[in-house]
């Protein structure tokens, strides 16, 4: 349920990349999670589209990654990119209340956070209007799990179009191009969980925002 972007990192291996010295913190952090994650330089290059050597140049600082490669080696790595840029994530609160879930607008929808920001998995509580971005195809990496808490949901996944009620839940790739509705004139409202890798330009699964729509 995110925008119709895919960041993935084809090209990624020939990106720009910043100026030396932008990131100080990655090569060593880069170096450090791969082999904490078991992989050699070239089985963890293959997995996130790059060259081994550069790879290595990544690790030994002689090169700056781009945001592509970032979240490329972030999915091999299993962690976030606040983590390969050697970032300290402040104590965050394992609870969070209703009387904290201030609402948001977003492309018509409106949703709640319902769990804490910069984890590897996003909660929401979302309502969706009827009519609103039905048309929008969304495809990008991770997984999404929603539940209709009430109204009907009209989801299409690739091919294929189901229709959800009140209870019902569904849990897919969303690789998978999908698309969401509201069934009925009242809307519907969901929880919804996914697993978005965090980065500036895809903080949620919203669909365009109504500046993006203009």
């Not at 009209?154 to 069934?183: C, K, Q």
């Amino acid at each position: 349920m995110s925008p119709s972007e895919t960041e993935r990192p084809s090209g990624a291996d020939s990106s720009a990349d910043p100026a030396p010295g932008a990131l100080p913190a990655v090569a060593p952090q880069l170096r450090a999670l791969r082999r904490q994650a078991s992989l050699t330089l070239e089985t963890a290059a293959r997995a996130a589209g790059l060259s081994p050597a550069h790879l290595s140049r990544l690790e030994t600082g002689q090169r700056q990654p781009s945001l592509p490669m970032l979240l490329a080696l972030a999915r091999v790595y299993g962690t976030t990119v606040s983590e390969l840029l050697g970032e300290t994530v402040a104590e965050r609160d394992s609870v969070i209340r209703a009387a904290d879930m201030e609402p948001t607008a977003a492309g018509g929808w409106t949703y709640w956070q319902a769990g804490a920001p910069g984890r590897g998995m996003q909660a929401l509580r979302v309502h969706v209007p009827h009519g609103s971005q039905g048309d929008i195809v969304r495809v990008h990496p991770g997984e999404e799990w929603l539940h209709v808490l009430r109204g009907r949901l009209r989801l299409r996944l690739g091919d294929t179009t189901h229709r959800l009620a009140a209870g019902d839940s569904a849990h897919f790739d969303s690789l998978t191009p999908h698309r969401i509705a509201a069934e009925d004139h009242d809307g519907v409202e969901l929880l919804f969980v996914h697993t978005l890798l965090q980065s500036p330009t895809a903080a949620l699964c919203l669909g365009p925002t109504p500046g993006d729509l203009s």
